[in-house]
């Protein structure tokens, strides 16, 4: 084998997976696209010790790191097949070269689909956002729409209200019993049953949002929980058992961040229904010391690791 353990996917779980093995000196090599889901957002806000850093920076002090290490390598590339062989694994690459390893770790991620409404995509990681948690402190409580894609708006619309007025744009699609619409009242949340039709503002800013009847509803942040997808199918290819989240499919993972196939882990947003920069590290910190633990405990990669 000529590795003995891939990593696919370069962002936060692969690279915290990565470090874990490194510092048990072994061979690793980390397979990277450079397209995080992150990529739209200026700065990373909640993750301990990096609060305010762009995902770029901390990408790069992370490789950085990385390569101080000699067991570490790099390639730009993408996996496009993969399969077990022998107590490994054969992945095959964009390029048309074959690497294989004993061991592999998924955290390529997922990717974000996006409602069809004009002006939302250009802001999409500025001000047209996913988790409060990450970025509504930024809107400094100012008014704050969500736009319902289904149930998990009524959470979203629940929790924003900390963060400034805010406003449930149901699309017609979420129908709200008699409770929910107490329960968002207790909190001041206002609810608007006329379709959002185009958001307005200069740049990458949300100024207003456009509504079907012509009226205009001031907002400097909408709220939306994207549909995702992995980013590759890669696990699938490899038979590893999917779920279904609030957003869309995430590959399974024990407490170990094993998936159901031997010899094969998985860390980050692809094996998480709670999308967090801060959870995709720990995760990958366990997914890689995990992989190397297998490496000790089941070297014959036996089916019932």
């Known amino acids: 084998m000529d590795h003995d353990v891939l990593i696919i996917g370069g962002s936060f779980a692969g690279l915290s997976a990565a470090m874990q093995l490194a510092r048990a000196r072994k061979a690793v090599l980390v397979l990277d696209t450079g397209m995080p889901r992150n990529r739209f957002a200026a700065a990373s806000h909640g993750f301990p010790g990096q609060d305010g850093q762009s995902p770029a920076d901390i990408t790069t002090r992370l490789r950085e790191e990385l390569s101080a290490y000699p067991t570490v390598r790099f390639h730009d590339e993408a996996a496009v097949s ?6 490994g694994f054969r992945v095959s690459l964009a390029d048309g070269s074959n690497v294989t390893a004993r061991r592999i770790v998924l955290a390529y991620g997922v990717h974000d689909s996006l409602p069809d409404l004009p002006g939302l995509a250009e802001r999409w990681g500025a001000s047209v956002l996913h988790c409060p948690y990450c970025h509504g402190y930024e809107l400094d409580r100012q008014p704050v729409g969500v736009l319902a894609r ?6 979203q619309a629940m929790l924003l209200p900390d963060w400034g007025p805010t406003t449930l744009f149901t699309q017609g699609l979420l ?3 008699p409770d929910q619409v107490q329960a968002l009242k207790s909190r001041d949340a206002r609810i608007e049953d006329t ?17 079907e009847d012509g009226r205009m509803v001031a907002l400097a942040g909408l709220f ?3 549909v995702t997808a992995p980013s590759s199918d890669i696990a699938a290819q490899l038979g590893c058992e999917m779920r279904d989240g609030p957003t869309g499919p995430y590959v399974a993972v024990d407490q170990m961040q094993a998936t159901t196939v031997a010899g094969i882990f998985a860390a980050g947003d692809l094996a998480s229904p709670m999308p967090n920069a801060t959870l995709a590290a720990a995760a990958g910190v366990m997914a ?5 633990r297998s490496l000790i405990f089941d070297p014959e990669f036996s089916e019932t690791a």
């Open 82 to 87: 993969a399969r077990r062989e022998g107590n």
């Open 150 to 155: 289904g149930e998990m708006a009524l959470h």
């Open 175 to 177: 129908q709200l019993s």
């Open 195 to 211: 379709p959002v039709a185009e958001l307005i503002g200069s740049g990458s800013t949300l100024e207003a949002v456009r509504l």
């Open 224 to 226: 939306l929980a994207p």
């Open 288 to 292: 890689g010391g995990a992989a190397h």
